[in-house]
């Protein structure tokens, strides 16, 4: 008797957890790769630039971890004045980006009202097919 208790508590753990792996699926899949990528920030700039600089000097160091601690470190480091090079650089991408998802936006839309169209000239045409060969399969 217990075992079998058991066993039916193990099958609901388990549904839970199938549940959920396919729910966060779901939301993968639902991701555009057309939508543009979202800019970096003032930080991430200043990266691309210091692991450049930092592999230079150190072309042994094989590790990410190191190079993004040192990188953090540096950043702290840094005035505000010296950060205001790559504040602007982040503004500009994030103008570009903004563009961008503007455009992308209007493509989107505009494609959704393209499909639904579409979508009612079929079922126009569908509707009419149906009626012709259905009379002919209403005299039977």
Do not use: I
Request: aromatic share 6%.
């Amino acid at each position: 008797m217990k075992g079998a208790k058991s066993k039916a508590k193990a099958d609901t753990k388990l549904g839970v957890r199938k549940k959920a792996t396919e729910s966060k699926k779901a939301k993968n899949a639902a991701k555009d790769p057309n939508k543009p990528k979202r800019p970096p920030s003032a930080f991430f700039v200043f990266m691309e630039e210091f692991r450049k600089t930092y592999k230079e000097k150190h072309p042994n160091n094989k590790s990410v971890a190191v190079v993004g601690k040192a990188g953090g470190d540096k950043w702290k480091q840094l005035s505000d004045e010296e950060k205001a090079p790559y504040q602007a650089k982040a503004e500009k991408r994030k103008a570009e980006y903004q563009k961008s998802m503007d455009a992308y936006n209007k493509k989107l839309a505009a494609g959704d009202a393209d499909d639904e169209s579409d979508k009612s000239k079929s079922e126009v045409h569908d509707d009419d097919e149906d009626d012709d060969g259905s009379e002919e399969e209403d005299d039977d």
